[in-house]
């Protein structure tokens, strides 16, 4: 059934994925268009708003002459829309819905901090494998959904879109758990015997000497720089060196001055070490350190990852559009960055460089979302990771 929506009329669902709507309708001047609009739930989760406003800003970047114009974009209402000229002859909303499937799930909130850019990646890598796939008849990437009834709607948003309710189907109990904690039961009841055995079959003591305490050569994962810097520690746990001597690399603003208050942030296994601005507290999660200000206001996250095999151009091209604020400019082949200062008070940005050493080839990457008083800081700190990455090049 059509519907009025604002200056649009015959309005229709056209299809429904998760957090967001599709419509067709016709503007004022009686010219169909597609509006693709977040439901009223996921209107109120600001990570999903800021994938909507960055995909809308790759769409305008990316349009080519097989692309509908977008002819409004509201993206700061509170239900979010963005409306595409509608004509058969050329791409639509369409691409703007796929990419944001492809960029995240389709409902829930999404996530943020330092499972944010693994998670994209996957997303990134299901949508390039379901796009190699036949298309189906209808030319559309899942099952038709039905328009939301029209009792659903809450009385607020009653002007714009009714909500969407997903029924997920029930999941099949997983086998994986009960294999790992089996798995895990046999590894402790052999490092039970395997530590008994050498307890009774050790040296004794009877010559009253002590064995010497084994040395600890971990070190905490944020250090004070230079007093305090990291030290390499055994093979296979190593600590990067924060390296004095690595290339002055800089895709923006300037590096630390000289005198800069700063903290070195290294930690096992890591690739390279950073340094941030003393009044950024960092904590370790893995791949990913994720250094906060101002009461948390203020958010810089830095990681790596790993590229399999020849690390070829697309897997790059996944793992760098998995970053926030695309599309992402590139400098070369391996490094490329993004800028944003659209919102007021807030200085934003991603950072991505590919880089191969002894061990194969990693992306290091870096993203913000800070006080806008800190733009100096952010790039510093970029420039900083680039810097580090590059210098763990093999020669």
């Given at each position: 059934?059509?519907?009025t929506?604002g200056?649009y009329?015959d309005?229709?669902?056209?299809r429904v ?8 309708g016709?503007?004022?001047?009686a010219?169909?268009?597609?509006i693709?609009?977040?439901?009223a739930t ?7 708003r800021?994938?909507?406003?960055d995909t ?18 509201d ?5 979010p829309y ?9 791409r639509g909303?369409d691409?703007?819905?796929d990419?944001?499937l492809?960029l995240?799930?389709?409902t829930?909130?999404l ?7 693994a998670?994209?990646a996957a997303h990134?890598m ?10 189906s008849?209808?030319?559309v990437s899942?099952p038709p ?9 809450g ?7 009714p909500p969407v309710?997903?029924?997920a189907?029930?999941k ?12 895990g039961?046999?590894v402790?009841?052999l ?6 055995w ?5 040296p ?14 971990a ?8 007093a305090?810097?990291p030290?390499e520690g ?19 603003g300037?590096?630390?001055p000289?005198g800069?208050?700063t903290?070195?942030f290294?930690a096992a296994?890591?690739p390279?070490?950073f340094q941030v601005p ?9 791949a990913?350190?994720v250094?906060?200000?101002?009461d948390?206001e203020?958010?810089?996250?830095v990681?790596?990852?790993t590229?399999q095999?020849?690390?070829?151009n697309a ?7 998995a970053?926030?604020y695309?599309?992402?400019?590139e400098?070369?082949g391996?490094?490329?960055f ?12 991603s950072?991505s ?8 080839t990693?992306q ?13 800081e952010?790039?510093?700190v970029?420039?900083d990771v680039?810097?580090?990455a590059?210098?763990?090049a093999?020669e």
């Open positions: 059934m059509s519907r929506v200056p009329t309005v229709t669902t056209a994925e998760g957090a967001y709507e599709l419509c067709e016709l503007d004022e001047n010219r169909p268009v597609q693709l609009t977040l439901g996921s209107s109120k989760d600001p990570a999903r800021g994938l909507l406003s809308v800003a790759w769409a305008y970047a990316t349009a080519g002459p097989d692309d509908a114009p977008i002819l409004v974009a993206l700061e209402a509170e239900q963005v409306v595409v000229l509608r004509d058969a002859r050329l909303a691409r703007i819905m990419r944001l492809a995240g799930p389709a829930g909130p996530p943020v901090g330092p499972a944010a850019a998670q994209r990134q299901a949508a390039a494998q379901r796009s190699a796939a036949p298309a008849p209808a030319g899942g959904s039905s328009p939301a009834s029209a009792n659903a709607r009385a607020e948003n009653a002007a714009w879109s309710v997903m029924i189907a029930p099949k109990p997983s086998q994986l758990k009960p294999i790992l904690i089996g798995i039961s046999v402790v009841i490092a039970l015997v395997v530590g008994v050498a307890v009774l079959s050790g004794g003591d009877d010559d009253g000497g002590s064995a010497e305490p084994p040395t600890d050569a070190v905490d994962g944020v250090s004070q720089a230079p305090a810097e030290t055994d093979a296979g746990n190593e600590v990067p060196r924060w390296d004095e001597e690595a290339p002055a690399e800089r895709i923006g300037s590096a630390f000289e800069t208050a903290e070195t290294a296994n890591w390279f070490a003393s009044e950024f507290d960092c904590a370790e999660d893995g990913t350190a250094c906060t200000a101002d948390g203020s958010e810089i996250t990681g790596w990852l590229c095999g020849d690390c070829p897997a790059r091209k996944i793992m760098r559009e970053l926030p695309q599309p992402l400019e400098m070369d391996d490094i490329a993004a800028e944003r200062t659209q919102v007021y008070g807030r200085w934003r940005g950072l460089v590919f880089v191969t050493d002894a061990h194969g990693f290091a990457w870096a993203t913000a979302d800070i006080a806008s008083e800190r733009e100096d952010g790039w510093h970029f420039n680039l810097s580090q590059l210098s763990k093999a």
